[in-house]
């Protein structure tokens, strides 16, 4: 069974930095794509960053130069790294896992999801 466990999240200032943790068990993020979305209230889920099983990362445009997506293959888990935190940037984050390889920014090209962890960023 496929379970992801988020963690990392809280309260932070604008311009802090917080880094998300997302732990997988029964499945190797080695060999697969992972994700981070967030979801605010009342908006859509939206892709912030993908690495692909081979470490091809991509990003939303509105965290580019700011996050870093991450993976250590032997602890089954991804990060993301949050620098340059903004007000904006609060919302629920979520993990993701696909069954393929490569990435895709659907939220429907993924498979399982964590439970979320929330990320408040106050001014």
């Known amino acids: 069974q496929v379970q992801l466990v988020e963690s990392g999240g809280g309260p932070v200032q604008a311009g802090g930095s917080l880094r998300l943790s997302c732990a997988a068990s029964g499945y190797s993020v080695a060999r697969h794509c992972m994700a981070w979305f967030r979801q605010a209230p009342d908006t859509e889920r939206d892709r912030v960053a993908l690495?692909?099983?081979?470490?091809?990362?991509s990003y939303a445009d509105d965290v580019k130069g700011r996050f870093t997506i991450s993976k250590d293959n032997a602890k089954s888990t991804v990060y993301l790294q949050m620098n340059g935190l903004k007000p904006e940037d609060t919302a629920m984050y979520y993990c993701?896992?696909?069954?393929?390889?490569?990435?895709?920014?659907?939220?429907?090209?993924?498979?399982?999801w964590g439970q979320g962890t929330q990320v408040t960023v106050s001014s």
């Open positions: 993701a896992a696909a069954g393929n390889s490569w990435c895709l920014p659907s939220m429907n090209f993924y498979n399982y």
């Open positions: 690495i692909s099983g081979d470490g091809v990362t």
